[in-house]
């Protein structure tokens, strides 16, 4: 029904730029509340990045604000995640979620329990 596919993820310095994809794919034309998520080895998947259904909202962790920005494309259906001035804590594997609606709500979802559908995950590495 619903599949998200990450990729751009990879191995870099500090400093340095990212720029993550998630191709969707779905059996028709929607447009889903979405979000990137993190996670490290032995801790929870970590918020990151919210986008409402138009793109018209978003919303970032404290940790990554005003270094990434969330991104989307709905005639071509992805979603972007432009990383900036990367730091060593960046590392993690980075996961996209949408979150099945029915209706337009203009609203972000920030909680790992909001989503429904989420992708393989693409790994970043951030060296000193």
């Known amino acids: 029904q619903v599949h998200l596919a990450e990729s751009g993820g990879g191995l870099v310095q500090t400093g340095d730029s990212l720029n993550l994809s998630c191709v969707i794919s779905?059996?028709?034309?929607?447009?889903?509340?979405m979000g990137w998520f993190r996670q490290v080895s032995g801790k929870n998947r970590e918020f990151v990045a919210a986008?409402?259904?138009?793109?018209?909202?978003?919303y970032y962790s404290d940790s990554v604000k005003g270094r990434f920005t969330i991104g989307r494309d709905n005639d071509k259906k992805i979603l972007y995640l432009q990383m900036n001035t990367l730091e060593p804590g960046d590392t993690a594997v980075y996961y996209c979620?949408?979150?099945?609606?029915?209706?337009?709500?203009?609203?972000?979802?920030?909680?790992?329990?909001?989503?429904?559908?989420w992708g393989q995950g693409t790994q970043v590495t951030v060296s000193s």
């Open positions: 979620a949408a979150r099945r609606e029915t209706i337009y709500t203009g609203r972000f979802y920030v909680h790992e329990g909001e989503y429904t559908y």
């Open positions: 779905a059996g028709g034309h929607h447009d889903y509340p």
């Open positions: 986008i409402n259904w138009h793109g018209t909202n978003t």
